[in-house]
């Protein structure tokens, strides 16, 4: 039993790390060989951001089962640390090289946030179920409306802060400028690093499942009392979840911060949240490899969908509604299992749990 | 006497985040689901009752009418089209599908009356001042603060006494069961959409009464606040979503008059967590019983 | 008869000849970009419909040039504007009329800076719009710009001295105004009396208001877009306060909002580029072509966008930009040409110098009995 459960987990893994990977090496000569729309090459760092965002949440959501609505908080905090840490070292080290800088603001930034994640997730992973949502969502809009009154420069290779005003000393070079957000950053993201980003996540996300820690992660959500009650510290693990996740949000909005000239809070408002969560639940709770495509699909698609100018979000919101029903009601999916069943059981990884659910 | 105007400007805000707050905690309550698309329906309610009175001429109390009339209809079709074949699905899938459903909303509403905002007619609600030394309360404060007073005893006199609102009680403590004894939960859970809707109608006229700028996004942030006032005050729980209301309001008011304008939404969110932390299930909430 | 009859044929023959021979009008691709959804779709939509109004203009008219518009939705967010400029670029644009927003436009213009495409925005006013970059020229005022112009006007025309000032600090158009107001303030001998802030979300202002009044301003200052402000002069008239407001060219189209008590408006100050309601002749007729087709009275975004696209026009003519050139060649030429360039619109006559911003007068206004008076 244990043996055929690791490979068929193997195999999940191979294809997840196997498309990812084809996928870089396809774009990746398209690129060199100029082969490739404007366009599309436009959307290749955001896409790498939001699978790692869309990932990260999953082992929030999927794994530990906790709905947390508050995720692009933890971008932001990426975002800004990453414009600040770039333009802090280009101003006071003189380090020109890009690559080098880039890989030093994303871990900074992963730290940083892990940090808030962590003192956000002492108190609130208290809560249950939807408290815990509307909780998350409270310090979204909160760091959202700190980071509005956030005042950051730098000169002589100092660091200056400041909050609500702008009393910073004369002559220093802005870096964040309250409500104009972060300004003049050198874009340095690169496909390569945010495809190194994507092979980091999936690291960690996949090892930590299947590791023990991951175990006890999963059984504390499936069922919490029977887990506490077999020992499982079922607080620690959350928190594990909950750190590792922010770490990783942290990092893609450093990615996807540095990728642009400039970063406003109002980018990472809740509907930016939601926007992830689309992203996890249609990809499946708790399928890594779903978060991966349904993040990649559903950037594509409202540019695929450009021609429709003005009917595109109204396109988009009937496709989800449509997807959901599809793919959520018992007569409708039990027609679908009967017509794609034997393809549908060789690509699902994990068994499905919403978080919560009380449902059947 | 400043003191005394916030605390009015106070009430006044509140009450409408507890009127809009009283859908969203009744459907939840029955079917357990967070109605996101609750807060667009209230933009479509103010529209509605923007178009009688601006387009065909209706006098106010009609256009109010059809405003409700309307938004009750449009609830009970959004319940059953999208949300009646996902009863079985898991809350999540349900949640996504609500947000589907207030995009679609909010870009019909772009599509029919466009992107320039509408100055919501002051003459609704008779625009006049009721003046107390210095104070100065309009008519729009009043009305909102008393329908609020009205609807929650309404509302709590309805689910405790009639047939249809201990019904209703009974689906949202134990659908299977409330089932078994014979209570139609599909009708129960429409009746909900249908008072919701109506309400969140209620809830567009005396938002724009009071605020009157009307867009296709008017609904969303309100609709959040009124949200974050259900969690507030116990989801699920009626006066629980009045108190969470209109403390909310309060909060807001006092927030940005005494300590900064700029941190006003910071300061209700962090008052929000705080009581969260010390009471996990809301102010009213029940603690949750966990069955080993 | 003979005779006339050979001159009728030569002269039929010589016109043919001309036409034959006469320029075939080349096609200039220019990208609109503004969000024409969302929450700012209220001005992306203004930017390019009075952009379209330019368009079938100058298309009608015949001249030198047709002009062919890609519409791109940029959402007002700042990752979509890339996309939404890679989308315009890969249609073939040859120029960038947009974007109409201030931050996106600040990151399409540093990615167009690169890849050298010449952007005039109709409207966004950040400084950080054409900070650094050569290729970004402005049809609208720069927001320190109206900011110091404001103050200098109160001063002048001493409406008094006691000053709130409201403003939107999520909002880069609205804190860039107030930043060099409130700087300007004290040197010219005006005080500021009581400073408060909202964000897009807020619908509540009476604790604004009310701490303008209690600081007992004679003036508030409004630096924001008029959806806030009717908000704001509602929640005053409703509280019995009665200053002078004082507004920006964001000001504008409040006496059209559908259902607008303009008796709110009365008195109401600002300082604008354009007003809806000019005798000017270009004006009214630019008004009565969008009333015709949009069915709306057009703000000054619009007015700004229906200038944007002359101006491109006048500019290309003058670079000699064909229809073969691609972005990439056309960027120096045009920036060459709009620095060189001056242009009568019906936003002012305007100049440009190389740091992208442009130099008109704006005009002082007062609404009175819910209409404009111009004053000078």
């Known amino acids: 039993m244990m043996t055929k459960a690791k490979r068929k987990r193997l195999i999940y893994n191979l294809i997840t790390f196997g498309l990812v990977i084809a996928a870089y090496l396809i774009l990746q000569n398209m690129i060199d060989a100029k082969a490739i729309s404007r366009s599309l090459k436009g959307l290749l760092v955001p896409i790498c951001a939001w699978i790692v965002m869309a990932v990260s949440l999953n082992l929030v959501i999927g794994f530990s089962g906790e709905l947390s609505l508050g995720h692009a908080g933890f971008m932001s905090i990426g975002a800004y640390t990453g414009a600040i840490v770039s333009g802090w070292f280009l101003s006071a080290f003189d380090m020109q090289d890009p690559t080098l800088r880039l890989i030093l603001a994303i871990l900074i930034s992963g730290v940083v946030a892990g940090i808030f994640g962590a003192l956000i997730g002492i108190p609130v992973l208290r809560l249950r179920g939807d408290y815990l949502a509307i909780v998350t969502l409270a310090f979204g809009e909160i760091i959202r409306n700190l980071v509005n009154v956030l005042y950051v420069g730098t000169t002589d290779g100092k660091l200056y802060f400041s909050f609500l005003n702008k009393n910073l000393p004369e002559g220093v070079t802005m870096l964040v400028d309250g409500a104009k957000g972060a300004v003049k950053i050198k874009p340095i993201s690169t496909f390569t690093i945010g495809f190194a980003l994507i092979i980091l996540t999936l690291i960690i996300v996949l090892n930590l499942v299947n590791s023990r820690a991951g175990r006890a992660i999963q059984a504390t959500r499936d069922n919490r009392i029977a887990a506490e009650s077999m020992g499982v510290s079922v607080t620690k693990y959350k928190m594990m979840a909950f750190v590792t996740a922010a770490t990783l949000a942290g990092m893609a909005g450093a990615l996807y911060g540095l990728n642009s000239s400039t970063v406003v809070p109002t980018q990472f408002t809740f509907n930016q949240s939601i926007n992830v969560l689309v992203f996890v639940v249609l990809g499946g709770l708790g399928n890594v490899l779903g978060s991966v495509i349904s993040a990649t699909f559903l950037t594509v698609l409202p540019e695929i969908l450009r021609e429709f100018a003005d009917y595109r979000m109204l396109v988009y919101a009937v496709v989800l509604i449509l997807v959901m029903i599809f793919t959520n009601n018992p007569l409708i999916r039990s027609m679908m299992n009967r017509l794609f069943g034997p393809v549908r059981t060789l690509l699902r990884g994990k068994q499905k749990k919403a978080p919560g659910g009380d449902a059947e | ?292 | 008869m003979k005779k006339l009859i050979a001159l009728a044929l030569a002269l039929v023959l010589a016109l043919t000849v001309c036409t034959a021979f006469a320029d075939e009008p080349i096609t200039l691709k220019i990208a609109h970009i503004g969000p024409t959804t969302g929450a700012a779709a209220l001005y992306g939509l203004a930017t390019q419909h009075g952009a379209e109004i330019a368009v079938d203009e100058i298309n009608a008219a015949g001249g030198k040039y047709r002009i062919e518009l890609i519409n791109e939705d940029d959402e007002h967010n700042v990752e979509k504007v890339i996309n939404a400029y890679n989308a315009a670029l890969d249609a073939g644009a040859q120029m960038i009329l947009g974007s109409t927003t201030s931050k996106p436009c600040e990151a399409a213009g540093a990615k167009g800076y690169e890849d050298r495409v010449f952007f005039l925005t109709p409207s966004a006013s950040s400084v950080n719009v054409i900070e650094d970059k050569d290729n970004v020229f402005q049809v609208c005022f720069t927001d320190p710009n109206q900011g110091s112009a404001s103050a200098e006007y109160i001063a002048e025309h001493k409406l008094g001295t006691k000053i709130a000032v409201i403003f939107n600090n999520a909002d880069v158009y609205s804190t860039g105004i107030r930043d060099t107001f409130v700087q300007k303030c004290p040197e010219l001998g005006l005080e500021i009396v009581s400073e408060e802030t909202f964000t897009d979300e807020t619908t509540d202002f009476t604790v604004q208001v009310g701490k303008a009044q209690e600081a007992g301003a004679e003036i508030v200052f409004l630096p924001m877009y008029y959806t806030p402000a009717s908000l704001i002069l509602k929640t005053a008239a409703a509280k019995n306060y009665k200053p002078i407001f004082f507004g920006v060219d964001g000001m504008d189209g409040i006496l059209d909002v559908e259902g607008f008590d303009k008796s709110l408006a009365e008195g109401v100050m600002l300082l604008t580029p354009f007003v809806a309601t000019s005798e000017d002749e270009k004006v009214k007729s630019f008004v009565a072509a969008y009333q015709a087709k949009f069915n709306e009275t057009p703000i000054q975004f619009a007015a700004d966008a229906y200038d944007g696209i002359y101006i491109l026009a006048a500019a290309a003519e003058k670079a000699g930009i064909t229809a073969e050139m691609t972005a990439e060649e056309a960027c120096d030429l045009l920036i060459a040409a709009i620095l060189d360039l001056s242009y009568e619109g019906i936003t002012g006559s305007m100049t440009w110098d190389e740091s992208g911003a442009v130099t008109k007068t704006p005009m002082a206004a007062t609404i009175v009995n819910g209409v404009y008076v111009f004053e000078d």
């Open chain 2, 1 to 292: 006497m400043i003191f005394l105007d916030h605390l009015i400007n106070g009430l006044s805000l509140g009450s409408i985040y507890a009127i809009i707050a009283l859908g969203y905690t009744m459907v939840y309550g029955i079917a357990k689901m967070l109605n996101f698309a609750h807060g667009d329906v209230i933009m479509v309610g103010a529209y509605i009752a923007f178009c009688g009175l601006q387009y065909w001429g209706l006098p106010p109390v009609v256009a109010f009418l059809v405003a409700m009339v309307f938004c009750t209809l449009l609830g009970v079709t959004i319940e059953g089209l999208a949300y009646r074949p996902l009863r079985q699905a898991t809350s999540l899938a349900v949640l996504i599908t609500a947000i589907g459903m207030s995009y679609l909303l909010q870009n019909i509403a772009l599509m029919i009356w466009g992107a320039n905002p509408k100055a919501f007619p002051t003459t609704f609600i008779n625009d006049t001042s009721l003046h107390l030394g210095q104070l100065n309360i309009s008519s729009a404060t009043l009305i909102t603060i008393m329908a609020n007073v009205v609807i929650m005893v309404t509302l709590t006199l309805f689910t405790s006494r009639t047939k249809l609102g201990k019904a209703m009680r009974c689906v949202s403590e134990d659908r299977g069961a409330a089932e078994l004894m014979g209570i139609n939960v599909n009708r129960t859970i429409s009746l909900t959409f249908a008072i919701g809707s109506a309400l969140a109608a209620i809830a567009g006229v005396l938002l724009c009464s009071s605020y009157p700028i009307l867009q296709p996004t008017t609904g969303s942030m309100p609709g959040i606040k009124a949200f974050t006032a259900a969690v507030f005050g116990g989801i699920g729980s009626i006066p629980g979503a009045m108190l969470g209301g209109v403390l909310l309001g309060v909060i807001e008011i006092f927030g940005k008059a005494y300590i900064s304008t700029e941190l006003g939404d910071a300061i209700v969110f962090a008052v929000l967590i705080v009581v969260l932390l010390v009471k996990p299930a809301g102010l009213l909430g029940k603690p949750m019983r966990e069955k080993v």
